[in-house]
């Protein structure tokens, strides 16, 4: 597969990387432009894919065009970009681009909006996508394998449902985050080494997420079943339900979700 990306900073490299692991494209298929010389010497070297500080050139040929750049600079490579074949897939991975200004700017129909999320630069990401009805079997199919290359992918018919996911899954690694290193903190004040601390949580994290995932139990379920009677963990968890953790997830996420709807009708 062609593989056009226009922007080849922190998440355009990681697709990079992605799609030459999984067999999607040869270094061959890929031409990716950046304004950065520094960037662009870098992607020649570590991926051998060809580069340019043309944007149009970058996606001449290419039969799926990714747009991997800042919000804030996409009015400019839209505009560079214009004129592209009916038979280009552009995928976008922008955040708050709707699809409306999208086909606005580019004045093209067959478009894709993805929103990925930071773990995809490990291949372990969550990225949610839409597309318009232009968009054909066989570019819906290019695009599921680009964006299966950075780990999970669901595609939802609604666009409503990405601003949804960019406020849960593509904030989410954030709140995740947090609170390793607050639950890490915690450990070090009653008094383990930070070291030890860090690898508990760590694992602690990524096992309790594996049993949800392997057992497809309900995690209050789950959580029922390491709370004993009287025990320590009933301990724990009053003080989280009286410190209103439920409650403030609920306000993280639709504080994010109103954000992501103000920056997309911007
Ligand atoms: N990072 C994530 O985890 C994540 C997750 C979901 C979605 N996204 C989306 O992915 C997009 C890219 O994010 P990123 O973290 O990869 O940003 P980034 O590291 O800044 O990458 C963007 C690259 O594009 C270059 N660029 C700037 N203006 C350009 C232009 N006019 N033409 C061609 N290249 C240009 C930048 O060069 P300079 O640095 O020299 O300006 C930079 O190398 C963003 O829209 C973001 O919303 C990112």
Redesign the pocket.
């Given at each position: 597969m062609q593989i056009g990306f226009?922007?080849?900073?922190?998440?355009?490299?990681?697709m990079i990387k992605s799609v030459l692991a999984k067999g999607v494209a040869a270094p061959a298929d890929i031409t990716v432009?950046?304004?950065?010389q520094s960037?662009r010497d870098t992607m020649n070297e570590r991926y051998g894919v060809k580069t340019m500080a043309d944007?149009r050139e970058a996606a001449d040929g290419a039969e799926a065009v990714v747009?991997?750049?800042?919000?804030q600079?996409?009015s400019?490579?839209l505009g560079?970009v214009k004129g592209l074949s009916p038979q280009q897939l552009v995928l976008s991975?922008?955040?708050?681009?709707t699809l409306d200004s999208l086909r606005q700017g580019l004045d093209h129909p067959c478009l894709v909006r993805a929103?990925?999320?930071?773990p995809?630069?490990i291949g372990e990401g969550m990225t949610v996508w839409t597309a318009t009805a232009e968009v054909n079997q066989q570019q819906r199919q290019m695009a599921q394998s680009i964006l299966a290359a950075l780990g999970e992918e669901l595609y939802v018919s609604n666009e409503k449902y990405i601003d949804m996911a960019t406020a849960l899954s593509?904030s989410g690694?954030a709140y995740v985050f947090l609170v390793i290193e607050a639950l890490t903190d915690a450990g070090v004040h009653i008094g383990l080494p930070r070291d030890v601390a860090e690898k508990l949580v760590t694992e602690t994290m990524l096992g309790s997420t594996r049993a949800v995932k392997v057992t497809g139990r309900h995690p209050a379920e789950l959580r029922n079943m390491v709370t004993s009677p009287g025990g320590t963990t009933t301990e724990g968890l009053l003080q989280l339900e009286t410190g209103g953790l439920r409650s403030l997830l609920l306000q993280a996420v639709i504080a994010a979700y109103d954000k992501a709807q103000k920056l997309g009708a911007k």
């Amino acid at each position: 597969m062609q593989i056009g990306f226009i922007g080849g900073g922190v998440m355009g490299e990681a697709m990079i990387k992605s799609v030459l692991a999984k067999g999607v494209a040869a270094p061959a298929d890929i031409t990716v432009s950046d304004v950065s010389q520094s960037r662009r010497d870098t992607m020649n070297e570590r991926y051998g894919v060809k580069t340019m500080a043309d944007n149009r050139e970058a996606a001449d040929g290419a039969e799926a065009v990714v747009l991997a750049v800042k919000p804030q600079d996409l009015s400019k490579v839209l505009g560079e970009v214009k004129g592209l074949s009916p038979q280009q897939l552009v995928l976008s991975i922008v955040a708050g681009a709707t699809l409306d200004s999208l086909r606005q700017g580019l004045d093209h129909p067959c478009l894709v909006r993805a929103m990925p999320n930071m773990p995809a630069q490990i291949g372990e990401g969550m990225t949610v996508w839409t597309a318009t009805a232009e968009v054909n079997q066989q570019q819906r199919q290019m695009a599921q394998s680009i964006l299966a290359a950075l780990g999970e992918e669901l595609y939802v018919s609604n666009e409503k449902y990405i601003d949804m996911a960019t406020a849960l899954s593509g904030s989410g690694p954030a709140y995740v985050f947090l609170v390793i290193e607050a639950l890490t903190d915690a450990g070090v004040h009653i008094g383990l080494p930070r070291d030890v601390a860090e690898k508990l949580v760590t694992e602690t994290m990524l096992g309790s997420t594996r049993a949800v995932k392997v057992t497809g139990r309900h995690p209050a379920e789950l959580r029922n079943m390491v709370t004993s009677p009287g025990g320590t963990t009933t301990e724990g968890l009053l003080q989280l339900e009286t410190g209103g953790l439920r409650s403030l997830l609920l306000q993280a996420v639709i504080a994010a979700y109103d954000k992501a709807q103000k920056l997309g009708a911007k």
